[in-house]
């Protein structure tokens, strides 16, 4: 039997990849890059850079578990040579589904309230207590329009919401088939009840909401993050929560991520945070499983990707 293909990997990478490569490949743990590893399985978003490709000279392919790319320089592996695979699409209703839940859960305090009911406290029903914002009939910024993005518009329908977007290019199409409307980011963030941002993180979107962008929104209105933390300034969105400049935040990411335990948003009852459980369920991690597998072997191969990088 030839040897099995090495692959470095941020170990470890959960029981549906560690099952679908078993007699595969072998995953090489990600301190041990060097010589002799042809290719690179990325799970919980490791740095990728020119350096560490160079330790890899016989890498021929990068194979992220997961659609968005920030952590990986994706011009240094193309200066090598080096193809890269991600996982889109498959995730779009996952990610959208747990941005409309962040979007309830914060408008309605469900987080707080189930704190509440669980807790000393609650021990008469006060109908003047924990009241929330509402989300029926409300209106929604999409900060980033592809594909998550629509899909959040699509859900919003259904709750009787009007849909502005904001995106680098206005997109006919979609507002023919969603009903959404084109708005300047200021113009958005200005008459939005819930500003979602759905955008990759680019050098185009870090630090896209900062303290003058939070200024613009409505003191009722709720900022969620389903994108990644960096899209927004952290420091300013505690601030502007602390000082009860918006109603609430919903964030799935944080940069850093994970939150050193002491930060002092996690202080804030108007914060309502998840561990990036965008793309979280069960069959939707698998399709990611699979997609990275798929792309990770046809670059062992020397083929092209399934689904690489565009
Ligand atoms: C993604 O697909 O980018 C998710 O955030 C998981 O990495």
Same mark, same amino acid.
Request: net charge positive; glycine share 12%; charged share 40%.
């Given at each position: 039997m030839p040897p099995l293909p090495r692959v470095l990997a941020d170990l470890p990478v959960g029981p549906v990849l560690t099952g679908l490569l078993d007699g595969v490949v072998e995953l090489v743990p990600w301190d041990a890059a060097g010589p002799g590893l042809a290719g690179v399985l990325t799970y919980g978003h490791p740095t990728v850079d020119g350096p560490l490709l160079d330790r890899l000279p016989g890498c021929r392919v990068v194979s992220n578990v997961g659609v968005g790319v920030d952590h990986i320089d994706l011009a240094a592996a193309a200066a090598r040579g080096v193809p890269v695979g991600n996982t889109p699409g498959v995730l779009d209703g996952a990610t959208a589904d747990l941005a409309f839940a962040l979007v309830l859960a914060a408008g309605? /305090?469900?987080?707080?309230?189930?704190?509440?009911? /669980?807790g000393p406290g609650f021990l008469r029903y006060d109908p003047s207590h924990m009241l929330g914002r509402e989300v029926h009939g409300a209106t929604l910024g999409i900060v980033g329009l592809g594909r998550i993005g629509e899909q959040v518009a699509r859900r919003a329908r259904g709750f009787d919401i009007a849909v502005l977007y904001h995106n680098r290019r206005p997109k006919p199409a979609a507002e023919a088939a969603l009903g959404v409307r084109y708005a300047a980011l200021p113009d958005l963030l200005a008459a939005a009840d819930y500003v979602v941002l759905t955008v990759p993180l680019t050098a185009e979107t870090r630090g896209l909401i900062g303290r003058a962008e939070l200024a613009r929104m409505k003191p009722t209105a709720v900022l969620v993050n389903a994108a990644r933390g960096a899209v927004v300034d952290l420091d300013a969105v505690t601030e502007a929560l602390a000082a009860r400049r918006i109603y609430g935040a919903a964030l799935d990411v944080t940069d850093p991520e994970p939150l050193p335990r002491d930060h002092p948003i996690l202080k804030l009852d108007n914060l309502t945070i998840t561990?990036?459980?965008?793309?979280a369920t069960e069959q939707t991690r698998r399709r990611m499983a699979e997609m990275a597998v798929a792309n990770l072997l046809a670059g062992l191969r020397g083929g092209s990707l399934p689904t690489p990088v565009t």
């Open positions: 309605r /305090r469900l987080v707080e309230g189930d704190r509440y009911a /669980r561990p990036h459980l965008g793309s």
